[in-house]
T-cell receptor
Framework: EDQVTQSPEALRLQEGESSSLNCSYT??????LFWYRQDPGKGPEFLFT?????EEKEKERLKATLTKKESFLHITAPKPEDSATYLC??????????WGAGTKLIIKP | ETGVTQTPRHLVMGMTNKKSLKCEQH?????MYWYKQSAKKPLELMFV???????ENNSVPSRFSPECPNSSHLFLHLHTLQPEDSALYLC?????????????FGNGTRLTVT
Protein backbone atom coordinates (compact mmCIF):
# COMPACT_ATOMS: atom_id res chain seq x y z
CA GLU A 1 0.00 0.00 0.00
CA ASP A 2 1.29 3.46 -0.90
CA GLN A 3 2.10 5.43 2.24
CA VAL A 4 3.83 8.60 3.40
CA THR A 5 4.97 9.07 7.01
CA GLN A 6 6.37 12.28 8.42
CA SER A 7 8.39 12.56 11.62
CA PRO A 8 8.52 13.99 14.14
CA GLU A 9 4.91 15.11 14.57
CA ALA A 10 6.17 18.29 16.24
CA LEU A 11 9.60 19.84 16.71
CA ARG A 12 10.59 22.71 18.97
CA LEU A 13 13.94 24.40 18.34
CA GLN A 14 15.75 27.44 19.60
CA GLU A 15 16.52 30.13 17.06
CA GLY A 16 19.72 29.15 15.27
CA GLU A 17 19.47 25.45 16.20
CA SER A 18 19.68 23.43 12.97
CA SER A 19 17.71 20.22 12.50
CA SER A 20 15.95 17.99 9.95
CA LEU A 21 12.42 16.84 9.22
CA ASN A 22 11.82 13.39 7.75
CA CYS A 23 9.40 12.13 5.11
CA SER A 24 9.47 8.36 4.58
CA TYR A 25 7.54 6.84 1.70
CA THR A 26 6.56 3.56 0.12
CA UNK A 27 5.06 4.07 -3.30
CA UNK A 28 4.96 2.27 -6.60
CA UNK A 29 6.86 4.29 -9.16
CA UNK A 30 7.82 7.68 -7.72
CA UNK A 31 6.92 10.53 -10.06
CA UNK A 32 7.88 13.29 -7.68
CA LEU A 33 8.11 14.26 -4.01
CA PHE A 34 6.75 17.65 -2.96
CA TRP A 35 7.39 19.78 0.13
CA TYR A 36 4.91 22.44 1.23
CA ARG A 37 4.82 24.95 4.06
CA GLN A 38 1.53 25.79 5.80
CA ASP A 39 1.10 28.77 8.11
CA PRO A 40 -1.84 28.91 10.57
CA GLY A 41 -5.05 29.99 8.85
CA LYS A 42 -3.56 29.62 5.37
CA GLY A 43 -3.34 27.03 2.65
CA PRO A 44 -0.17 25.04 1.91
CA GLU A 45 2.49 26.91 -0.04
CA PHE A 46 4.71 25.00 -2.48
CA LEU A 47 8.42 24.80 -1.62
CA PHE A 48 10.20 22.09 -3.64
CA THR A 49 9.79 19.17 -6.02
CA UNK A 50 12.34 16.33 -6.06
CA UNK A 51 12.30 13.64 -8.73
CA UNK A 52 15.17 11.21 -8.23
CA UNK A 53 17.45 9.85 -5.51
CA UNK A 54 20.42 12.10 -4.89
CA GLU A 55 18.64 15.25 -5.93
CA GLU A 56 18.87 18.31 -3.67
CA LYS A 57 17.14 21.69 -3.72
CA GLU A 58 17.72 24.78 -1.60
CA LYS A 59 15.78 27.88 -0.70
CA GLU A 60 17.14 30.30 1.90
CA ARG A 61 17.61 28.27 5.12
CA LEU A 62 15.89 25.16 3.73
CA LYS A 63 17.47 22.26 1.85
CA ALA A 64 15.51 19.24 0.66
CA THR A 65 17.19 15.92 -0.18
CA LEU A 66 15.85 12.64 -1.58
CA THR A 67 16.80 8.97 -1.32
CA LYS A 68 14.94 5.90 -2.58
CA LYS A 69 13.04 5.61 0.70
CA GLU A 70 12.86 9.06 2.27
CA SER A 71 13.32 12.78 1.98
CA PHE A 72 14.79 15.19 4.50
CA LEU A 73 14.05 18.86 4.91
CA HIS A 74 17.12 20.38 6.55
CA ILE A 75 16.70 23.69 8.31
CA THR A 76 19.91 25.62 8.95
CA ALA A 77 20.05 28.33 11.63
CA PRO A 78 16.25 28.71 11.70
CA LYS A 79 14.48 31.94 12.61
CA PRO A 80 11.08 32.35 14.32
CA GLU A 81 9.50 33.12 10.94
CA ASP A 82 10.34 29.56 9.84
CA SER A 83 7.71 28.32 12.30
CA ALA A 84 5.00 26.51 10.33
CA THR A 85 3.69 23.05 9.52
CA TYR A 86 5.70 21.35 6.80
CA LEU A 87 3.85 18.89 4.56
CA CYS A 88 5.30 16.20 2.33
CA UNK A 89 3.45 14.59 -0.59
CA UNK A 90 4.45 11.89 -3.05
CA UNK A 91 3.07 11.38 -6.56
CA UNK A 92 2.85 7.72 -7.51
CA UNK A 93 3.05 6.17 -10.98
CA UNK A 94 -0.76 6.39 -11.28
CA UNK A 95 -0.44 10.16 -10.66
CA UNK A 96 -2.21 9.84 -7.32
CA UNK A 97 -0.85 12.28 -4.72
CA UNK A 98 -0.30 10.78 -1.26
CA TRP A 99 0.13 13.16 1.67
CA GLY A 100 1.86 12.88 5.02
CA ALA A 101 0.26 14.29 8.18
CA GLY A 102 2.88 17.03 8.51
CA THR A 103 5.48 18.21 11.02
CA LYS A 104 4.70 21.26 13.13
CA LEU A 105 7.90 23.26 13.57
CA ILE A 106 8.19 25.86 16.33
CA ILE A 107 11.24 28.11 16.49
CA LYS A 108 11.66 29.97 19.78
CA PRO A 109 13.48 33.32 19.79
CA GLU B 1 -6.48 39.40 -7.94
CA THR B 2 -4.03 36.55 -8.43
CA GLY B 3 -3.76 33.00 -7.12
CA VAL B 4 -6.55 30.89 -5.68
CA THR B 5 -9.34 32.63 -3.74
CA GLN B 6 -11.81 30.85 -1.47
CA THR B 7 -14.98 32.26 0.09
CA PRO B 8 -16.18 32.38 2.74
CA ARG B 9 -13.15 32.11 5.03
CA HIS B 10 -15.28 30.91 7.93
CA LEU B 11 -18.67 29.19 7.97
CA VAL B 12 -20.82 27.98 10.85
CA MET B 13 -23.84 25.94 9.88
CA GLY B 14 -26.43 23.74 11.48
CA MET B 15 -26.97 20.18 10.39
CA THR B 16 -30.11 21.05 8.45
CA ASN B 17 -28.66 24.02 6.52
CA LYS B 18 -27.61 24.17 2.90
CA LYS B 19 -24.57 26.24 2.01
CA SER B 20 -21.95 26.46 -0.73
CA LEU B 21 -18.21 27.05 -0.74
CA LYS B 22 -16.69 28.95 -3.64
CA CYS B 23 -13.24 28.80 -5.21
CA GLU B 24 -11.81 30.88 -8.03
CA GLN B 25 -8.37 30.59 -9.61
CA HIS B 26 -6.59 33.24 -11.67
CA UNK B 27 -3.57 31.14 -12.69
CA UNK B 28 -4.76 29.79 -16.03
CA UNK B 29 -4.79 26.24 -14.66
CA UNK B 30 -7.09 23.56 -16.02
CA UNK B 31 -7.49 21.24 -13.03
CA MET B 32 -9.15 22.07 -9.71
CA TYR B 33 -9.40 20.11 -6.47
CA TRP B 34 -11.30 20.00 -3.20
CA TYR B 35 -9.39 18.72 -0.17
CA LYS B 36 -10.50 18.20 3.44
CA GLN B 37 -7.94 18.95 6.17
CA SER B 38 -8.53 17.67 9.69
CA ALA B 39 -6.16 18.17 12.60
CA LYS B 40 -3.12 15.87 12.58
CA LYS B 41 -4.38 13.95 9.53
CA PRO B 42 -3.12 13.88 5.94
CA LEU B 43 -4.96 15.96 3.38
CA GLU B 44 -7.94 14.00 2.08
CA LEU B 45 -8.76 14.38 -1.61
CA MET B 46 -12.49 14.81 -2.16
CA PHE B 47 -12.95 15.75 -5.82
CA VAL B 48 -10.90 16.58 -8.90
CA UNK B 49 -12.02 18.33 -12.06
CA UNK B 50 -9.47 17.96 -14.84
CA UNK B 51 -10.20 19.21 -18.33
CA UNK B 52 -13.85 19.25 -17.20
CA UNK B 53 -13.78 15.55 -16.27
CA UNK B 54 -14.73 14.81 -12.67
CA UNK B 55 -12.87 12.30 -10.51
CA GLU B 56 -14.07 11.64 -7.01
CA ASN B 57 -13.01 9.83 -3.86
CA ASN B 58 -15.64 7.13 -3.43
CA SER B 59 -15.55 7.51 0.34
CA VAL B 60 -16.91 11.08 0.24
CA PRO B 61 -20.52 11.19 1.47
CA SER B 62 -23.24 12.34 -0.90
CA ARG B 63 -23.97 15.33 1.36
CA PHE B 64 -21.00 16.93 -0.42
CA SER B 65 -21.70 17.87 -4.04
CA PRO B 66 -19.14 19.57 -6.30
CA GLU B 67 -19.81 21.81 -9.28
CA CYS B 68 -17.29 23.11 -11.82
CA PRO B 69 -18.95 25.42 -14.35
CA ASN B 70 -15.63 26.33 -16.03
CA SER B 71 -11.89 25.91 -15.52
CA SER B 72 -11.65 28.96 -13.22
CA HIS B 73 -14.51 28.32 -10.79
CA LEU B 74 -15.29 25.50 -8.40
CA PHE B 75 -18.07 25.09 -5.86
CA LEU B 76 -18.75 22.64 -3.06
CA HIS B 77 -22.43 22.39 -2.14
CA LEU B 78 -23.14 21.25 1.40
CA HIS B 79 -26.37 19.88 2.85
CA THR B 80 -27.40 18.00 6.01
CA LEU B 81 -23.83 17.87 7.27
CA GLN B 82 -22.67 16.09 10.42
CA PRO B 83 -20.46 17.48 13.22
CA GLU B 84 -17.59 15.27 12.03
CA ASP B 85 -17.58 17.26 8.78
CA SER B 86 -16.13 20.22 10.67
CA ALA B 87 -12.71 20.84 9.11
CA LEU B 88 -10.70 23.14 6.87
CA TYR B 89 -11.77 22.77 3.23
CA LEU B 90 -9.05 23.63 0.77
CA CYS B 91 -9.32 24.33 -2.92
CA UNK B 92 -6.32 23.85 -5.17
CA UNK B 93 -5.49 24.15 -8.84
CA UNK B 94 -2.77 22.93 -11.17
CA UNK B 95 -1.88 22.59 -14.81
CA UNK B 96 -3.05 19.11 -15.74
CA UNK B 97 -1.34 16.91 -18.30
CA UNK B 98 2.18 17.38 -16.95
CA UNK B 99 1.89 14.97 -14.04
CA UNK B 100 4.43 16.76 -11.90
CA UNK B 101 2.99 20.26 -11.64
CA UNK B 102 2.64 21.37 -7.98
CA UNK B 103 -0.72 22.28 -6.52
CA UNK B 104 -1.53 25.90 -5.71
CA PHE B 105 -3.86 26.20 -2.73
CA GLY B 106 -6.33 28.78 -1.51
CA ASN B 107 -6.43 29.73 2.16
CA GLY B 108 -9.39 27.49 2.84
CA THR B 109 -12.83 27.71 4.40
CA ARG B 110 -12.98 26.81 8.09
CA LEU B 111 -16.28 24.96 8.46
CA THR B 112 -17.96 24.33 11.79
CA VAL B 113 -21.07 22.15 11.90
CA THR B 114 -23.18 22.59 15.03
Amino acid sequence: EDQVTQSPEALRLQEGESSSLNCSYTVSGLRGLFWYRQDPGKGPEFLFTLYSAGEEKEKERLKATLTKKESFLHITAPKPEDSATYLCAVRASNYQLIWGAGTKLIIKP
Amino acid sequence: ETGVTQTPRHLVMGMTNKKSLKCEQHLGHNAMYWYKQSAKKPLELMFVYSLEERVENNSVPSRFSPECPNSSHLFLHLHTLQPEDSALYLCASTKSGTGDSPLHFGNGTRLTVT
